[in-house]
């Protein structure tokens, strides 16, 4: 094979297994161990107490302890920030936390920034988030009436699904930003947010448009939650946009009965 053959096949490779963007001038070895972080200066970052041992806990059980100590939606910013535990934070341009209005009572979770949202650094602001906006419009709803969020902070190269274990690193993460935001009612966009805040192995077709009771730590009652397809599968899939309508309303009622 010559050298233009082989440089271009392994190119193509690259493209197959999500790298798609070029992130800096110059390569970065992301599995080279990283230099001694310097302390952030602000916001002030909740610490977790060291263990007696000096034995850095497994990444997750960092995550949980860093989540835990945060008391304000800065803090748990500051914190994501900060950890070093997910190599999703390494491949993303941006740190994409939430947007929207904490005090609305409502929250609506994703499942992870695309390629838009990475650049931008907002939740829902790519295709999807356009179709979402419009949506939530027909039934009176702007980013003034609800707190947008996704399961996962970072964009996962080449848009890719987010593996188990990063799902189960940026749980506490979210468990803890829903305890400090209250909201009344959540709407979990998509299977992979139903599924990890659900539980089970069901699907979004059979988990889509039934009131569900979600325990989140650190609260005293059950956060009533609906499931409802993800905004990208609509575009793809036009046909379940009827039943996508129709959670809104059951959404809309719901909303309607609070006020
Ligand atoms: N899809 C998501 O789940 N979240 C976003 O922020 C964008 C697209």
């Known amino acids: 094979m010559d050298l233009r053959t082989a440089l271009t096949a392994a190119l193509r490779l690259q493209l197959e297994w999500g790298a798609d963007e ?8 992301h599995f080279a161990p990283s230099p001694a972080a310097p302390e952030p200066a602000s ?7 060291a263990p007696a041992s000096g034995v850095l806990p497994p990444a997750a059980a960092r995550a949980a ?6 008391h304000s939606l800065d803090e748990l910013r500051a914190a ?10 390494e491949t993303a341009t941006n740190l994409v936390f939430n947007d929207g209005n904490p005090a609305a009572g409502l929250m609506l979770i994703g499942e992870a920034p695309g390629a838009e949202e990475d650049r931008i650094g907002k939740p829902f602001v790519g295709p999807s988030g356009q179709l979402l906006d419009r949506m939530l419009a027909s039934i009176g709803l702007d980013r003034d009436h ?3 969020t996704n399961l996962i ?10 593996t188990d274990a990063e799902v ?9 930003q829903i305890a400090l935001v209250r909201p009344k009612l959540l709407l979990l966009l998509g299977g992979l947010a139903a599924k990890a805040l659900l539980g089970g192995s069901a699907g979004i077709t059979r988990l889509r448009g039934t009131w569900r009771e979600i325990e989140i730590p650190g609260l005293l009652a059950p956060i009533p939650a609906l499931a409802t397809y993800h905004p990208a599968y609509l575009l793809r899939t036009p046909g379940a946009k009827r039943d996508a309508w129709a959670d809104l309303l059951s959404l809309r009622r719901r909303l309607e009965r609070q006020d």
């Open 168 to 176: 189960m690193l940026c749980l506490p993460f979210l468990h803890r």
């Open 80 to 89: 994501l920030a900060a950890f070093d535990g997910c190599s999703l934070s």
């Open 65 to 70: 302890a860093l989540a835990a100590a945060c």
């Open 43 to 49: 916001p002030a970052i909740p610490r977790p107490a």
């Open 146 to 148: 609800y707190l947008i």
């Open 22 to 29: 070029a992130l800096a001038e110059t390569p970065h070895d």
């Open 153 to 162: 902070p970072w964009r996962p190269p080449g848009n890719r699904s987010p």
